[in-house]
């Protein structure tokens, strides 16, 4: 879903040609059939996919597929080395970046592109976030993360960020309760915006308990639409549907 970031966050579906905008189905019966297609990062039509919804040449082929991008520490662009396309990694790689901690869940650590990042906090559900560091390139911000997962979280509990069931935390305490954690030469990273970033989504009311509704156990499903939060649609009765994991699935959709 694309997202906006408003009071509350917008989102808007782009489904074919067509652009939802999704805020505007909430309290409406929705209504979703699998085609049992998917289309792939290389614009082809197939039956399956391998992994984060690419097909198996993509997924082991495309630079969009790399390795440094689900571990930027491994980015090697910087030092002119080749994953699987420099021009491709060295244009994705070498831009400035941050590493930021955020309350999604529970406090978390992550990383993503300085151009990206409200789109990155918003997708990930956050309440609230802080930029901790700002480097050049993704290996740098990759190196910050690497050496903050002993102390702090680097996924998102889902099931606590749709709940809205977790704790407050000092955002700024702890940016720098870690910060001090680092080496010497990562701390020449860490920023001075110490800005608390904060995001509401358009939720009627938070389950107290949540169910994944999935394609791959069944083909169609219908419910009346009680939010947004993340890339989650919300609905009745607890189930809740990731629609960034089905990016590419064919689908048809029925709004009652």
């Known amino acids: 879903m694309i997202t906006m970031h408003e009071n509350p966050v917008r989102y808007a579906l782009s489904i074919g040609d067509d652009i939802l905008q999704v805020n505007g189905l909430i309290n409406k019966q929705l209504e979703f059939y699998f085609s049992h297609k998917h289309f792939c990062y290389c614009d082809k039509i197939v039956d399956k996919v391998y992994r984060n919804n690419f097909c198996y040449d993509c997924y082991f082929n495309n630079p969009a597929a790399g390795d440094a991008i689900f571990r930027p520490e491994l980015s090697k662009a910087h030092l002119g080395i080749a994953d699987r396309d420099l021009e491709f990694e060295q244009r994705y790689q070498l831009q400035p970046h941050v590493v930021y901690l955020a309350n999604s869940g529970g406090l978390k650590v992550g990383v993503t592109r300085q151009a990206q990042k ?16 700002e480097t050049s390139n993704r290996h740098e911000a990759g190196l910050i993360e690497i050496a903050l997962k002993e102390h702090v979280a680097d996924k998102t509990n889902w099931r606590n960020m749709l709940t809205n069931n977790f704790d407050a935390v000092d955002l700024l305490a702890e940016k720098k309760r870690l910060a001090n954690l680092l080496s010497d030469d990562l701390q020449q990273f860490i920023s001075a915006n110490d800005e608390i970033f904060n995001f509401e989504y358009p939720v009627l009311e938070y389950p107290v308990k949540v169910s994944s509704l999935n394609f791959n156990k069944a083909d169609n499903f219908a419910g009346t639409l009680t939010g947004i939060k993340g890339q989650y649609l919300l609905f009745e009765n607890g189930a809740v549907f990731n629609v960034r994991s089905h990016e590419g699935y064919l689908v048809d959709l029925v709004v009652r």
């Open 118 to 133: 409200a789109t990155r906090w918003m997708d990930q559900g956050a309440n609230q976030t802080i930029v901790l560091a």
